[in-house]
Every structure is written in C-alpha cells, then in structure tokens.
C-alpha cells in the first residue's frame, strides 16, 4: 500500500477509482459491483430477507454446504429469506434439475486492481457447462433448497477456478475471499437450446471497504 494511499481520507481513494458501470457503496461502505446476465432471465426470484436486506455471500452459505446437500436439507441460512418455504414443485418437476454457475465478466476483472491482485484470471472463464442434480426432496421441494443448491454450484466453481494456487495457505485464503466478495442476489432461470429450465445465480461483489 503506497504512502498517498494510506494517509488519503476513504472518500479520496473512493473517488480516485474508476469504477464499473452500475457500482454503488452500500450503508456499509462495501463497493457493490451488480455482475448482470448475459441475457435476461425467464424467471427471477430476489434474495430478500426480513430485515429488509438483499443477497447473501457464499462465505454464509459455504459452511457445511455439503452435509446439507446430501441430507436433501435447505441451509439454515438460506432459511432466512423471503419466502423460504415457497413450493417450487411445479416449477422443478424431477427426477433431476440443472444448474449453472457463473464466472466473473472480464471487463470487471480488468478494471479491478483487488480481482487482479488475488485471483487468477480463471475466474472470468465461463463454466464448461450445465450441472444434472437429483431433486431432492421429490415433493416440498422449496425455495431454501433451490438457493442451497444453486450455492452449492458456484462454491465449487470457487474451488475449481482457484485449485490451480500451488501454496495451501495461500489457497485458503483466495477462496476466503472470493466466497466473502461473491453474493448472490437473486436467483434465475432460463431455458436452454435443449429446452430444460436451468437454474443460475445473479451475482453481485461486495468488496468491504479494508479490500478497496
């Protein structure tokens, strides 16, 4: 961190930043960064809470994520959102759904010193293709399982994109922070050229104000 840097005032630098279109700083001083759709969405459900927030990070959604998955069980935090217990069943017939995750866009990486900094580009490759999951449970199936399995997709993309770092420590903690930065703000669904429903994140960065 250079010396200008580190006396300059948070709204100096703020200002100083050439930021991507549509980025705005929340109540908490987080640099939001809206990562948007290669082409608009046939259905979309937003991440709301009760309390009036919006979206949720994979860091929150990381935890046990597996033992989760395999227990056909939503995670306990997907369980705070509106409305959790939404029945999708009509929506996600079975015997299996699909997933896609999604990459960072280029143009954000390049225009971000932090992205450049501690990920590799391999987070701007869109993934190699659709992911079949059984649908579990068959019957109740609701929108906490939906957001549990969606999150589920895109936090093993974290681990795919970042696996290539040779240095454990090093790996934890780019992992720790592409889950902290990466929210998923809505989810949505689109059909494909074969005509399945597929099932994918809008994603959003936050970037706390210590990584600005």
């Known amino acids: 961190m250079s010396a200008s840097r580190s006396t300059a005032s948070p709204r100096t630098v703020k200002a ?37 927030e919006t979206g949720i990070s994979l860091f929150e959604l990381h935890w046990e994520s597996r033992r989760y998955t395999e227990q056909a069980l939503p995670h306990r935090e997907a369980l705070n959102v509106i409305p959790p217990r939404y029945r999708l069943d009509a929506l996600v017939p079975g015997p299996e759904h699909y997933f896609v995750s999604r990459a960072i866009p280029e143009r954000i990486y390049e225009s971000m010193w932090i992205l450049q900094k501690w990920f590799p580009r391999a987070i701007t490759s869109p993934p190699a293709g659709k992911v079949s999951l059984a649908k579990r449970p068959m019957q109740d199936y ?13 936090i093993s993309w974290c681990g795919e994109v970042i ?23 809505a989810i949505c669904g689109a059909y494909d050229v074969d005509g399945c429903m597929v099932w994918y994140p809008e994603l959003e960065l936050r970037i706390d104000p210590e990584w600005q």
Do not use: K, W
């Open 16 to 52: 100083s930043l050439p930021l991507p279109p549509g980025s705005y700083y929340n109540s908490e001083g987080a640099l939001c960064i809206p990562l948007g759709h290669a082409e608009p969405p046939v259905l979309r459900n937003p991440v709301e809470f009760y309390s009036g």
């Open 142 to 154: 609701t929108f906490a399982h939906l957001l549990t399995d969606v999150a589920g997709c895109q």
């Open 163 to 185: 696996g290539d770092v040779v240095d454990p420590e090093e790996e934890g903690l780019r992992l720790h922070l592409l889950r902290r930065f990466i929210h998923i703000v």
